[in-house]
């Protein structure tokens, strides 16, 4: 079992930056992939970044890479998504989520996520 718990969502100006943190408790830490996704309003959960457990490869949606930075901390059992240059559409509730999974095309699917967190919300104003 793993629990989630994610921080560092805010207002913030377009343009300005913030940086999520996601805490997880659970031993087997290091065999889970964590990604971020998000849900902005009236609109479906969709995929941000991922990095994974067994090679810890690193992957973006296209619409933030270049902006968003993920990193882990596998002894402090943290993951982190850096978010720069945030636009008005970067405006989303964000989670964070652990799965088993570590390829590339599992990652995206949030139907492949094992583990939730309930979500911290970003807003950018223009």
């Known amino acids: 079992q793993v629990q989630l718990v994610e921080s560092g969502g805010g207002l913030v100006q377009a343009g300005g930056s913030l940086r999520l943190s996601c805490a997880a408790s659970?031993?087997?830490?290091?065999?889970?992939?964590l990604a971020w996704f998000r849900q902005a309003p009236g609109k479906e959960r969709d995929f941000v970044a991922a990095v994974t457990w067994i090679d810890g490869n690193i992957y973006y949606a296209d619409s933030v890479k270049g902006r968003f930075t993920i990193s882990r901390d596998n002894a402090k059992n943290t993951v982190n998504l850096q978010m720069n240059s945030l636009r008005p559409e970067d405006t989303a509730v964000y989670y964070c989520?652990?799965?088993?999974?570590?390829?590339?095309?599992?990652?995206?699917?949030?139907?492949?996520?094992?583990?939730w967190g309930k979500g911290t919300l970003v807003t950018v104003s223009s």
């Open positions: 659970g031993r087997t830490f290091t065999t889970y992939s």
């Open positions: 989520s652990a799965t088993n999974y570590y390829s590339r095309y599992d990652l995206l699917k949030e139907v492949n996520m094992k583990y």
